[in-house]
């Protein structure tokens, strides 16, 4: 069983709909979790980051910690096309354990 | 803020060759160095963790005689691959922190990646 699961997709959606990623881990010793995406052919750019249970919203995005059922998600609200991209999401025990990534296609 | 750069973002070389990857933190000090590797579809793998002015922790069934990384200030990591080979082949990704890995909770920040194909 991997440490970090999350659904590798396709998710395709239209414009202006919520999209929701999740990832669940098995280790109760991830202390920090981080949303990354990934545009094709580049590095990933930090989205979110959180430390404890519960919701952080930052413009469109929100995420969400579940410690006690070992849950985070990503809420995306009026999702653009431009946020087309894979989204990893991403815990740290030291180092950073990344899940598989969501590929997310938002069609005009 | 927390720009990281990586450069080559792409190289084609011969078999058996050696190529140097350079990642620079641009506007703040990078305690911490990582380098991952990426194949297509996947997620990312650490392969090493440098911090500045040590020797770097390399990741299980990582060849650290390969994978030459060199952390020499506190803005500039380097990955050498020696001898490289067809299966060497891959998105490699370097990320920096500025804090160190195992205490604080300093997030990473990447590059843009180097994509190396060995003909």
């Known amino acids: 069983q991997k440490e970090v699961e999350q659904d590798p997709g396709p998710l395709s959606v239209p414009e202006g709909a919520i999209v929701s990623l999740n990832c669940t881990y098995s280790?109760?010793?991830?202390?920090?979790f981080m949303w990354y995406r990934q545009y094709s052919r580049k590095g990933p750019e930090l989205l979110m980051y959180t430390y404890s249970s519960g919701n952080k919203e930052d413009g469109r995005f929100t995420a969400q910690v579940d410690k006690s059922s070992k849950y985070i998600s990503l809420f995306i609200r009026d999702s653009q096309p431009s946020d087309s991209a894979t989204y990893l999401c991403a815990m740290r025990r030291g180092k950073l354990i990344f899940g598989q990534g969501t590929e997310l296609s938002v069609k005009p | 803020g927390a720009v990281v750069s990586q450069h080559p973002s792409w190289v084609i070389c011969k078999s058996g060759t050696s190529v140097k990857i350079e990642c620079r933190s641009l506007d703040f000090q990078a305690t911490t160095m990582f380098w991952y590797r990426q194949f297509p579809k996947q997620s990312l793998m650490l392969m090493a963790t440098s911090n500045e002015g040590s020797k770097a922790t390399y990741e299980q069934g990582v060849e650290k005689d390969k994978f030459l990384i060199n952390h020499a200030s506190l803005t500039l990591s380097t990955l050498t691959v020696t001898s490289a080979h067809p299966e060497d082949s891959s998105f490699y990704i370097c990320?920096?922190?500025?804090?160190?890995?195992?205490?604080?909770?300093?997030?990473?920040?990447f590059g843009d990646g180097t994509r190396l194909s060995i003909l």
């Open positions: 990320s920096a922190s500025a804090g160190y890995d195992n205490r604080g909770g300093q997030p990473q920040h």
């Open positions: 280790n109760s010793a991830f202390q920090y």
